[in-house]
């Protein structure tokens, strides 16, 4: 599972070099947001990825945090990026500032319910397949160190659930109204890929998680292109006879 994680981390990278390429292209707010977020997901299959190579202790703990607070911070953007790929996309109704607003304060919102976990969340280690890696919640059998051990704390996944249903749903408004595909199929795939416990027990989710990046860049690449600049009118001329 170590190497899958690898190939992830280097598939969002190269996601992340797409998103920057199209932000320096068009300029658009969806694509800055995506930005931070797009970063953490390259660092997170990265530190999974080599978490049996760095072993448990300090080094994996302390590296480890990152990943978590990008979650609590970061890991629901995508909400508010949906709002400016809609607009941008043309959608007549997303044209006023409600929809764009909404996102806004659901963001703000949901990082208000997840500020406590900066302080009340710790990581424990857990050793599943070939992966080492530091976590939240540990059912028994995962511990690394205690085979009986569990513990199940306030954090959750109701912050990127509710950005996976703003993404399938924004997919699907871009299906119909620009017969646009990609955003609802990586979106469902995410959702998929963590919903079925046979794909979650094989760590496929974090393909979904690529897959739910492409659908939201490419859409991003696609819709939210630059206004190009009106050419000003020189200055009148007059002839002399």
């Given at each position: 599972m170590s190497a899958q994680f690898l190939i992830v981390a280097a598939l969002q990278t190269a996601l992340f070099v797409w998103l920057v390429q199209t932000y320096r292209r068009t300029g658009a707010i969806a694509a800055l947001i995506m930005l931070l977020p797009q970063l953490f997901l390259v660092y997170d299959n990265l530190i999974v990825g080599i978490g049996s190579a760095i072993g448990l202790g300090d080094l994996l703990y302390f590296l480890s945090w990152p990943r978590f607070w990008a979650h609590w911070l970061s890991g629901y953007w995508l909400i508010a990026a949906c709002g400016f790929i809609l607009r941008d996309a043309g959608v007549r109704w997303a044209q006023g500032p409600w929809l764009v607003g909404g996102c806004?304060?659901?963001?703000?919102?949901?990082?208000?319910?997840?500020?406590?976990?900066?302080?009340?969340?710790?990581?424990?280690?857990?050793?599943?397949?070939?992966?080492?890696?530091?976590?939240?919640?540990?059912?028994?059998?995962?511990?690394?160190?205690?085979?009986?051990?569990?513990?199940?704390?306030?954090?959750?996944?109701?912050?990127?659930i509710i950005a996976n249903f703003v993404a399938i749903i924004s997919g699907g408004i871009l299906l119909h109204a620009r017969r646009f595909p990609w955003l609802l199929i990586g979106s469902a795939s995410m959702l998929l890929t963590a919903a079925i416990p046979a794909l979650r027990e094989i760590k496929a989710d974090c393909i979904g998680e690529a897959l739910i990046s492409a659908g939201a860049i490419w859409s991003i690449s696609k819709f939210c292109e630059r206004p190009k600049a009106v050419p000003r009118p020189g200055p009148l001329r007059t002839h002399s006879a």
């Open positions: 806004l304060a659901l963001v703000a919102g949901i990082t208000a319910m997840e500020l406590p976990n900066f302080w009340t969340v710790d990581l424990f280690p857990i050793c599943q397949a070939d992966l080492v890696r530091y976590t939240t919640t540990i059912t028994p059998g995962q511990s690394c160190t205690d085979p009986a051990f569990s513990i199940e704390q306030r954090d959750n996944p109701l912050a990127v």
